[in-house]
DNA sequence: CGTTTTTGACCCGCGC
DNA sequence: GCGCGGGTCAAAAACG
């Protein structure tokens, strides 16, 4: 009967697979449907298995044959489809994260692709490079958005009065600590009054992106992080130790100092501060490299940061790149530079708190701007439009556990940045401005509109991609 | 009892 | 050189 038994189950599970259409491919994913298949059936074909074996005892092995047929009318209809479309979807699952690895391949390779290029055309100039990115986006669509490039020079910002629920801002900078103090300063001085002009000109600005990329030699990555967070610590997903609290100059609120204890020996340490001017805000300051894999729950801040590295493919920990952006694999997991994000947005002051300077300070690095002016009701009004949270339940999902305010906001923020198309799409603009200022010279750093291209526009699918517009030399907006 | 937090001391870089 | 401020160390205390 055991010969029989091993018999009839691999009969059955190969009229399983018979009965697919698609011709059976030797692909892993698809192999581990079917296994799971089998071993699905192998108890229902048990049980059958004994009934088949009583009628069955007697009978010659030779008979097997007409017996699984027997065994197959027996077996129940509904099982058969249930099972079948069960492993449709499985297949189906298994289509979609291929998909998603194929895409995340090319999107990787793509960006390698484009970065050899600008790499090519930087290794021709003596300045350090630096690139502004102003994006903005909304659900609705189309929205033009004030950019602020390297001369600080203000493009007009067309009219808007979309519902401000429905937008999402970024603000993403880059800054050099290398600089010489004063011209910081100065710098500083300057962008903050253009960036108040800018806000002055274009008071019912949206949301934006705004990256500046300065490369530092030799600098420590920092990421600052503001939320409104009650709690004293920002639940990031990783594991801290505090080994220590300084009531800094300025703010008696104490900073508090704490390690990363996930991994003996990581080098990564945070600072947390109450801001002073709002004591509901936290200001969690991250600093250096995991030298471990992240947890689940800190994969969406390191992936925010992780963009942000490709947003300036650039790797400043790299001595050899000498402020010539090199990209390296090694700058993408975690975070190598520095950057500010400001997805303060929704409503004003958006860029006039991002450029306070109780905080706004080139020195510190990133500063990832969480915070909203009003309520927590307001981040729950912007994630309609962050197009990238999966809602597939096949697609892995980070953020299925429901959670509150800001870090969900942070979350979702790190979706919208982490995706590649997004960052193709930077990539392809920054490549495309590299070109162009490459032929026509040294002039203002570029400005791109990023919106989200829904079908009928740009893309015929379902999903959203990215659309960098550069508004930089002609400044029409023309779609890179 | 092991781990974490607290807190004063110490170190170091920077500006004067 | 000195003072200041930021950051870290490490012993003691607190915690689970």
């Given at each position: 009967?055991?010969r029989?038994?091993?018999k009839?189950?691999?009969?059955?599970?190969?009229?399983?697979?018979?009965?697919?259409?698609?011709?059976?491919k030797?692909?892993?994913?698809?192999?581990?449907?079917?296994?799971?298949?089998?071993?699905?059936?192998?108890?229902?074909?048990?049980?059958?298995?004994?009934?088949?074996?009583?009628?069955?005892s007697?009978?010659?092995?030779?008979?097997?044959?007409?017996?699984?047929?027997?065994?197959?009318?027996?077996?129940?209809?509904?099982?058969?489809?249930?099972?079948?479309?069960?492993?449709n979807?499985?297949?189906?699952e298994?289509?979609?994260?291929?998909?998603?690895?194929e895409?995340?391949?090319?999107?990787?390779?793509?960006?390698?692709?484009?970065?050899?290029?600008?790499?090519?055309?930087?290794?021709?100039?003596?300045?350090?490079?630096?690139?502004?990115?102003s994006?903005?986006?909304n659900?609705?669509?189309?929205?033009?958005?004030?950019m602020?490039?390297?001369?600080?020079?203000?493009?007009?910002?067309?009219?808007?009065?979309?519902?401000?629920?429905?937008?999402?801002?970024?603000?993403?900078?880059?800054s050099?600590?290398?600089?010489?103090?004063?011209?910081?300063?100065?710098?500083?001085?300057?962008?903050?009054?253009?960036l108040?002009?800018?806000?002055?000109?274009?008071?019912?600005?949206?949301?934006?992106?705004?990256?500046?990329?300065?490369?530092?030699?030799?600098?420590?990555?920092?990421?600052?992080?503001?939320?409104?967070?009650?709690?004293?610590?920002?639940?990031?997903?990783?594991?801290?130790?505090?080994?220590?609290?300084?009531?800094a100059?300025?703010?008696?609120?104490p900073?508090?100092?704490?390690?990363?204890?996930v991994?003996?020996?990581?080098?990564?340490?945070?600072?947390?501060?109450?801001?002073?001017?709002?004591?509901?805000?936290?200001?969690?300051?991250?600093?250096?490299?995991?030298?471990?894999?992240?947890?689940?729950?800190?994969?969406?801040?390191?992936?925010?940061?992780?963009?942000?590295?490709?947003?300036?493919?650039?790797?400043?920990?790299?001595?050899?790149?000498?402020?010539?952006?090199?990209?390296?694999?090694?700058?993408?997991?975690?975070?190598?530079?520095?950057?500010?994000?400001?997805?303060?947005?929704?409503?004003?002051p958006?860029?006039?708190?991002?450029?306070?300077?109780?905080?706004?300070?080139?020195?510190k690095g990133?500063?990832?701007?969480?915070?909203?002016?009003?309520?927590?009701?307001?981040?729950?009004?912007?994630?309609?439009?962050f197009?990238?949270?999966?809602?597939?339940?096949?697609?892995p999902?980070?953020?299925?556990?429901?959670r509150?305010?800001?870090?969900?906001?942070?979350?979702?923020?790190?979706?919208m940045?982490?995706?590649?198309?997004?960052?193709?799409?930077?990539?392809?603009?920054?490549?495309?401005?590299?070109?162009?200022?490459?032929?026509?010279?040294?002039?203002?750093?570029?400005?791109?509109?990023?919106?989200?291209?829904?079908?009928?526009?740009s893309?015929?699918?379902?999903?959203?991609?990215?659309?960098?517009?550069?508004?930089?030399?002609?400044?029409?907006?023309?779609?890179n």
């Amino acid at each position: 009967m055991g010969r029989e038994d091993k018999k009839m189950e691999i009969d059955l599970s190969l009229k399983i697979d018979s009965q697919e259409e698609a011709p059976r491919k030797v692909q892993d994913d698809d192999e581990r449907a079917d296994v799971k298949l089998d071993s699905q059936y192998k108890e229902d074909v048990v049980e059958e298995e004994e009934d088949a074996a009583m009628a069955a005892s007697g009978e010659v092995l030779e008979d097997s044959e007409s017996m699984q047929l027997s065994l197959q009318d027996n077996m129940k209809t509904e099982e058969l489809s249930a099972l079948q479309i069960e492993m449709n979807r499985m297949k189906e699952e298994n289509k979609v994260l291929r998909r998603v690895v194929e895409q995340t391949m090319k999107d990787f390779h793509e960006l390698q692709r484009q970065f050899s290029i600008v790499q090519q055309n930087n290794s021709q100039k003596n300045n350090d490079p630096q690139v502004f990115l102003s994006l903005s986006s909304n659900g609705s669509g189309i929205q033009e958005q004030a950019m602020i490039s390297d001369t600080r020079k203000i493009s007009p910002l067309k009219d808007h009065d979309t519902d401000k629920d429905n937008e999402l801002g970024l603000s993403l900078r880059l800054s050099d600590s290398g600089y010489d103090r004063q011209q910081r300063k100065e710098e500083q001085k300057q962008e903050i009054t253009n960036l108040m002009e800018v806000q002055r000109n274009h008071l019912n600005s949206l949301s934006a992106i705004t990256s500046h990329v300065a490369v530092p030699p030799n600098r420590k990555a920092r990421v600052s992080v503001r939320t409104r967070c009650q709690s004293a610590t920002l639940n990031d997903g990783c594991q801290w130790r505090k080994y220590g609290q300084k009531i800094a100059k300025g703010n008696p609120c104490p900073r508090a100092y704490y390690r990363c204890t996930v991994a003996p020996g990581c080098p990564v340490r945070k600072q947390v501060q109450r801001c002073l001017e709002d004591m509901s805000i936290l200001i969690t300051t991250y600093e250096g490299t995991h030298n471990h894999p992240l947890p689940v729950g800190a994969t969406a801040m390191a992936s925010t940061a992780s963009a942000a590295a490709s947003f300036m493919l650039l790797d400043s920990s790299n001595p050899l790149s000498n402020g010539i952006p090199s990209f390296t694999q090694a700058s993408l997991p975690y975070p190598n530079n520095a950057f500010l994000l400001n997805p303060s947005a929704s409503s004003l002051p958006s860029n006039i708190r991002t450029i306070n300077p109780n905080y706004y300070d080139p020195s510190k690095g990133v500063v990832l701007d969480l915070t909203t002016p009003g309520s927590s009701s307001h981040n729950n009004a912007l994630l309609p439009s962050f197009p990238l949270i999966p809602e597939k339940p096949n697609y892995p999902n980070i953020f299925s556990t429901p959670r509150e305010g800001q870090e969900f906001l942070a979350e979702n923020v790190s979706a919208m940045a982490s995706d590649p198309k997004f960052r193709v799409a930077v990539a392809a603009a920054i490549t495309s401005w590299m070109n162009k200022e490459n032929q026509t010279g040294p002039s203002i750093g570029p400005c791109f509109v990023a919106r989200e291209a829904v079908g009928g526009e740009s893309v015929s699918t379902s999903t959203k991609n990215w659309v960098l517009e550069s508004l930089s030399g002609n400044g029409n907006g023309k779609p890179n």
